[in-house]
């Protein structure tokens, strides 16, 4: 990503708001994080989604608040949404395991005591739709969708974000932001960077029967808690992540 991108224009804000992205992350090129996933998954096929990204443009030519194009696994391929989740947290516990910042699950080790993850967290109905039309659109098990690692939603709650997208503008869930940190590993290093929100999907506390919180993802004393958080109370120095499916006038002209 050159440096008239969308994250430089954030680095410019920030000195006002004194919140940003760590000076050290930057977006990764797709290649780069199918190599990731594969690694982790060698069951994957990374052909389908390396031969659409190579047609697809760095940024899309509207919505200048989209950051880049993320590789996201489709939940599919683990079995249900609920077991997805379970698997890229348990593989970014291991991937983060002696490095800086450890990660703490706090969202499978206290609130989920003595539960099943599937009777807890659900995708939401925008987020599902939205993950029907990319298993309908994109062939194989990883999807390329552009992105915004919670800058643009900043210090707005959950719920808002949620009633005030963009048209074609959907919630990206815990599986999302997992898949995401995986192949971006330098955005969420310390407390004092913006912090992650997931509106794509909903959480039911332990001792709830609504589906009132949603995933949230910070640092705290060297450890990056996966945790969760009230869905209509705001976080100031944190950010939901959101995008959009690449349209046909994001892809490239044929030579």
């Not at 599986?175 to 039911?204: K, V, W, Y």
Request: some cysteine; overall charge positive.
């Amino acid at each position: 990503m050159n440096k008239s991108s969308v994250i430089a224009d954030i680095a410019r804000a920030a000195r006002e708001e004194r919140i940003s992205y760590p000076l050290s992350y930057g977006a990764k090129d797709i290649d780069h994080q199918l190599a990731i996933l594969k690694r982790l998954w060698p069951e994957l096929d990374i052909g389908p989604a390396k031969a659409f990204g190579k047609k697809l443009r760095k940024r899309p030519r509207a919505h200048g608040w989209l950051e880049a194009p993320f590789c996201i696994v489709d939940p599919e391929f683990f079995g249900d949404y609920a077991e997805a989740v379970s698997t890229v947290l348990d593989a970014l516990v291991r991937e983060r395991r002696g490095y800086r910042t450890s990660v703490e699950n706090r969202l499978l080790e206290v609130y989920l005591k003595d539960r099943d993850l599937r009777s807890c967290i659900r995708l939401t109905e925008r987020t599902t739709t939205f993950h029907d039309t990319l298993r309908r659109t994109q062939k194989g098990s990883i999807w390329i969708v552009y992105g915004q690692f919670g800058w643009h939603h900043r210090s707005r709650s959950v719920a808002d974000v949620q009633r005030s997208y963009g048209e074609h503008e959907y919630g990206f869930g815990l599986l999302e932001a997992c898949c995401m940190l995986l192949t971006h590993r330098r955005r969420l290093i310390n407390s004092l960077g913006l912090q992650i929100e997931c509106p794509g999907d909903e959480f039911r506390p332990r001792r709830g029967t609504e589906y009132t919180d949603a995933a949230f993802l910070h640092v705290f004393n060297s450890r990056l808690s996966v945790d969760a958080c009230n869905a209509v109370i705001p976080t100031e120095r944190a950010g939901s992540l959101t995008g959009m499916i690449p349209t046909f006038e994001d892809l490239r002209p044929s030579p």
